[in-house]
Structures are given as C-alpha cells and as structure tokens.
C-alpha cells in the first residue's frame, strides 16, 4: 500500500488530482495533500509518503525547495512536478 502526497496550492487543481489517483484503483493506503511547501513538508514529515505530486510555483515555499527538502528527509520518494 502506497501513500501520496498531493502539494498545490490551487484548489481545482487538488481537487482534480485526488480525484484523477481514487479512480485509478491502484494500491494507495492514503492520499494526502498540501495547499503549499510548508504545509506540505510538514505531511511530509507526519504521514511519510512514498509518491509526491507537487507544484512548482506555490506561496510559503516553491515546490522546488520542497522536493529538494522531502528528498533529504527521504531520498527514497519518488516525486512528480506539475
């Protein structure tokens, strides 16, 4: 079983990736999201998640400088950026 974390700011879009991940019938324990980087990092530390959807361009903390810190938390997750 897998845990995603989803980090966007923009609601829609959020909303939309949950929404596109439930229907895949994949194996994930939990889906997870963020409305930016500091948000995100801290779901991050918490849940442990092993995938990562992330947005570039978010307040508080750059999907850039988010990635760059879960990966040095987990050098293990596998990350997306949109």
Known sequence: MYKVLIVEDEKIERD?????????????????????GKEGLSVFEKEQPHIVIADINMPKMNGLE????????????????I
């Open 16 to 36: 939309h990736l949950v929404s596109v991940i439930e229907a895949l019938t994949l194996p994930f324990e939990k889906i997870l999201t963020a409305t930016n």
């Open 66 to 81: 988010f990635c760059r810190r879960a990966k040095e938390r987990d050098p293990s997750v596998k990350i997306a950026m």
